[in-house]
């Protein structure tokens, strides 16, 4: 858990000075290499790859159904899963393409309302999507 507080307090100290959009894009950049290809980081990991290669096997409302109640997961969370299971090749593909929609998803939102330091408040979300869900950004 050190590792993610180290982080989480650099990230936010650097980006409130971040003002380039470079500097900008190089640190979505270090964000995505620490979460978007972290492997076998969290303790949340390991249930994570095994739902995605239970439902690579295919997938049905009944094992919806089961991640949903038994793990308490997002029923939409659980369909991107099971879609994504049958078309791409590895869980951590997975987890990368869902890591580089929330980066860019954050970019849009600042740009919508008119936000020139997204590193800032990316290092504001880190806050809650690492230390209180101690890694857990992926769901």
């Given at each position: 858990m050190i590792i993610y507080i180290v982080f989480w307090a650099l990230s936010l100290g650097v980006s409130s000075f971040i003002r380039k959009p470079a500097h900008q894009f190089l640190f979505l950049a270090?964000?995505?290499?620490?979460?978007?290809?972290?492997?076998?980081?969290?303790?949340?990991?390991?249930?994570?790859?095994?739902?995605?290669?239970?439902?690579?096997?295919?997938?049905?409302p009944a094992k919806i159904q089961y991640f949903s109640e038994t793990f308490q997961q997002e029923i939409g969370f659980v369909i991107i899963t099971a879609i994504s299971a049958q078309i791409l090749p590895s869980y951590?593909?997975?987890?990368?393409?869902?890591?580089?929609?929330?980066?860019?998803?954050?970019?849009?939102?600042?740009?919508?309302?008119?936000?020139?330091?997204y590193a800032l408040v990316l290092s504001i979300a880190l806050t809650y999507l690492l230390l209180t869900l101690a890694f857990s950004t992926l769901r």
């Open positions: 270090v964000v995505f290499v620490f979460i978007g290809l972290r492997f076998e980081t969290g303790f949340d990991w390991p249930a994570y790859k095994d739902q995605f290669a239970y439902l690579s096997g295919g997938f049905s951590e593909i997975f987890q990368a393409i869902i890591t580089f929609l929330f980066l860019a998803s954050t970019v849009l939102v600042c740009s919508t309302f008119r936000v020139k330091n």
